[in-house]
């Protein structure tokens, strides 16, 4: 499939003005004056890294100039700064990057220099790792598609990231659903150091065909070879026809960065052999001809554009640095401070089991809040998910908000991080636990520091779903606990309900929320757990644990379906004379630490249980803090049952039996704690 393109290299067919053609010439020489004023300062020890633009010039002014920042979207990557200025950002914006000041837009000093966010111009934040904003762009897109926006996104990164799976995960999604994003691939022929032939079989574009999309090559040298490429793509991505993907030949005239030197892996005489296809000659040379530029206007601009970076450099560095590094984990920081100290009631509401709450809760939400997509494996109709969570959402509330996606967790996550960036409210079903792990970059990288790495500028709104934990004979790769994984991780919130009226209030309350929050299902309790599921808005709020029980003799402190095993064991130790109190902790991010002192001041003992193996498990840190902050209150040695060193749950019930934590485990833990 190709591209139809009239003669890209005369502007007057591409609509171009003289006007035009200066604004492109000069937005080149800017950022070429501007690249190498910044390699100076480098090597001069003003500022600790570069990354280097030049020789990409005139792929990403032509590039810029083919969309509109006040509605189409953008995601360029770290050797942009040419797509950035010509976009719309200033050099003081890319210098106080470059000098991580406070006032840089991008991240305020968190990020590498380079790594472009401006939300007033619609670029998304960007990270340092390669292929991740891909799925972003298809995230937006989709929101933008289903808005009925006629807004495109444009989406970079160099041709090594075209080997990443997030690449070919968005481009099969964009495919599918003919979203208007346009991939503009700029192939320097080098990945750091690795050569394109070592990294990319066959040739970029071609790759296209199999994701049903047009594929063309433009020389990236030439502005309007890749204006023209591009404006034809965005004609096609407003008219709804869908992606594009462009590559554009190029080559970067320095290193890779300012910490690389390049002699290693390139002669010389190549980059020389580049550098007379220098982009910016070249375009000088065409407008000199078409009588565009004289020789005065090519003087003014030169002297402009010094004094600009001159100008910008002065203001930048002597402008004040950043102070505060702790700010923007959250946008919703939930700091508990009220313990529980009574057995929490149970909400009015037909009896039901967790499944059924789940299911109606997001159906409840679905049908409050037109913005919130339902999104996964298998969720949408007439399956409805592997365990039916999502039964019945496609069909009351359409394909486009509760819709299946491809097979590939990174997408599903990666598609939430977009849709949460253009306004939408993703709810995401990974459908076992086991295999969220592809999305663990997404989720970690991406999601859930985005606030952060955005000086606050972004917010990432989304809820994941995961049915985890075993006890259903599952085996090795459908019954793994991953809590430990998620807690660990400043910007994600960890809760996991226990009861339907729980996961129905949790599950609100993760909607409702701004930051990421990952709600852990224990598959075990789907249809276990039995009890009122509340109506209405009902609420849990994140981070309050609760209590199930009160004892004096000591605390098992457990979330999931070991608080539910809990539960019953603390009535069977009760027969035996032994009263235990139960905290089920519900959020393990934030943790609800007053409830927890509370309950080691009342009985002194404690007992933390839970299903994922003890090394570094969750009941570590709950045992650490105890130890740190509450020793003085203990009578015994905090105790923790948990999963013998084993990677996973075996299949055969006769062996599953024998390591996964179970009510008789818990009695004889209780027993041996409450005698000590
Ligand atoms: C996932 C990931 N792996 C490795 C790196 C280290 N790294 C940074 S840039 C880069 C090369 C990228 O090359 P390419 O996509 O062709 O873009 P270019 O830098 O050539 O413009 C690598 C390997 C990274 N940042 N992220």
Redesign the pocket.
Known sequence: MTLELDSVIDHNALGLSDEDLISLYRNMVLARKLDERMWALNRQGRVPFVVSVSGHEATQVGAAAAIDPSRDWSLPYY?DAAFALAIGMSPEDVLAGVFSKASDPSSGGRQMPAHWSEPDLNILTQS????VQYPHACGIAYQLQRSGSDSVVLVD?????TS?GDWHEAMNFAGIHKLPVIFLI?N?L???SVPAASGVAGQVADRAAGYGMPGIVVDGNNVLDVYGAMTAAVDRARSGEGPTLIEAKTY?YYA?TSDDDDKLYRSREEVELWRRKDPIPAFRQYLVEQRVLSDALEKEIDAEVTETIATAVKSTESSPDPTDPLSHVYANPIEPETAVTEIEQEPDGEQGNLITAINRGLHSLMASDDRMLVFGEDVADPKGGVFKATKGLTDAFGADRAFNTPLAEALVIGLGVGMAAAGARPCAEIQFADFIHPGFNQIVSELARIHYRSNGRWNMPMTIRVPYGGGIHGAMYHSQSIEAFYSHVPGLKVVVPSTPADAVGLLRSAMEDPDPVMVLEPKKLYRLANGPIPTGDHRVPIGKAALRRIGSDLTIIAYGTMSHFSVEAAGKLAEEGIEASVLDLRSLRPLDWPSIEAAVKRTSKVLIVHEDNKFLGFGAEVAAQIGEKSFEWLDAPVSRYATPEIPAFPFALALEAQVMPNVEGIIEHARALAHY
Do not use: D, F, K
């Open positions: 050797r340092s790792v390669i292929g990164g160099g041709e090594g990231s990443e700029q320097n080098y990945a750091i970067r890779h």
